[in-house]
């Protein structure tokens, strides 16, 4: 069993930025990606960015140039960093862990609101 902590999020002003935390405890050594999923009110839920264990990163078109996912392998602890927010980026946000994907991730971190509005 792997389980994930979420940290950071909140109210940010539009153009403002914020970071993402979550870190992994128990068999993290299964794991081989991990990534951030979002999700808006009245929408699906999303991928919006993946690392592999080797450090490949991959985003969804809509935050390219904006979010930097990066992963602390001595912290266990993977982080998404949103700069140049826009109000469309305001959903709750989720951390997950695939064993061998994040498309169909076996786990998930709480969720933590992000809200972009002036």
């Known amino acids: 069993q792997v389980q994930l902590v979420q940290s950071g999020g909140g109210l940010v002003q539009p153009g403002g930025s914020l970071r993402l935390s979550c870190a992994a405890s128990g068999s993290i050594f299964s794991i081989h990606a991990m990534g951030w999923y979002r999700q808006a009110p009245g929408k699906q839920r999303e991928l919006v960015a993946a690392?592999?264990?080797?450090?490949?990163?991959n985003y969804v078109d809509s935050v390219k140039g904006r979010f930097t996912i990066s992963r602390d392998n001595a912290k266990n602890t993977v982080y998404l960093q949103m700069n140049s927010l826009k109000p469309e980026d305001t959903a709750v946000y989720y951390c997950?862990?695939?064993?061998?994907?994040?498309?169909?991730?076996?786990?998930w971190g709480q969720g933590t609101q992000v809200t972009v509005s002036s």
């Open positions: 997950c862990a695939g064993v061998w994907t994040v498309k169909s991730p076996d786990y």
């Open positions: 690392i592999t264990s080797s450090g490949s990163p």
